[in-house]
């Protein structure tokens, strides 16, 4: 992983020297335009046309470096990096288990139910009670947010990059005919329910090619849970190291059983 991490961080500091080079050579040729201009007798309208261009495309180059690859360096995308998925996904990961493969990816849709018995509700968290009902939540988001997906040797994962508001409903006493009960053995806020999944409840995994190299994704589980997402063909130049995106993408699909449709 830190080999990787090098690897990331030298293609960034070359990608900058690059454009710093190139916006100095586009600047250097449209001084030297200048001077050319102020002591020929008949400059002729290429050079003003020639010194144009050189100049919109130096400008160019220089927003590419200042503007996208030096905030990359100094940390504004640090949150889309491999250390911080790993940690982010550490706390769901079955002992015994490892991280297979992880990438970051944009949800569009979701919509997950759990259901819990002998619990009650406090204040957007479900507590433990030997007393209490069976409770069914309900958390659905129907906009864009970021999202790390990962898979491990029995789990699916689905960790928010950030905290992000979602629509939530609570049922009391629902019909749990076909739905497998969970019992709670500590406090559940509303927000940690439908991160980790049995691979074995994932029913449909749909997938289709879409533009940039980008793939949509349906993920449907056994008791109607779903999520829609959009796995794009890497995590973006300046969205810091996941150097493995595409490999690690296509493990996940593979494992899902997606079978990508044009």
């Not at 008949?42 to 050189?54: F, H, K, M, Q």
């Not at 640090?78 to 490892?98: C, D, L, W």
Request: hydrophobic share 40%.
């Amino acid at each position: 992983m830190d080999n990787s991490r090098k690897k990331a961080k030298t293609r960034v500091i070359i990608s900058l020297v690059v454009c710093l080079g190139i916006a100095a050579v586009c600047f250097g040729g449209f001084a030297y335009n200048v001077l050319v201009k102020r002591h020929a007798a008949d400059p002729g309208e290429y050079l003003a046309e020639i010194s144009t261009i050189l100049v919109f495309t130096g400008l160019f180059f220089l927003v590419m470096a200042f503007g996208y690859i030096v905030p990359s360096m100094v940390g504004r995308d640090k949150k889309f990096t491999v250390a911080n998925m790993e940690h982010m996904m550490e706390q769901y990961i079955p002992r015994g288990e490892s991280l297979l493969a992880g990438i970051f990816a944009v949800a569009k849709e979701s919509d997950v139910t759990a259901v819990y018995g002998k619990c009650r509700c406090i204040e957007g968290k479900l507590l433990p009670d030997a007393n209490g009902k069976t409770l069914a939540l309900e958390k659905r988001k129907c906009s864009s947010y970021n999202i790390y997906i990962g898979i491990t040797q029995s789990r699916l994962l689905i960790v928010e990059c950030e905290k992000n508001k979602h629509a939530y409903s609570l049922e009391s006493e629902p019909d749990v005919q076909e739905t497998e009960v969970q019992n709670l053995q500590e406090e559940l806020l509303w927000n940690d329910i439908g991160i980790s999944f049995p691979l074995e409840d994932v029913q449909a995994c749909e997938t289709q090619k879409a533009g940039f190299g980008r793939i949509m994704c349906t993920i449907k589980m056994k008791n109607g849970d779903y999520f829609k997402l959009e796995l794009p063909d890497n995590a973006g130049p300046f969205k810091g190291d996941m150097v493995h995106h595409v490999e690690y993408r296509e493990m996940i699909l593979t494992r899902l059983g997606g079978e990508i449709k044009r």
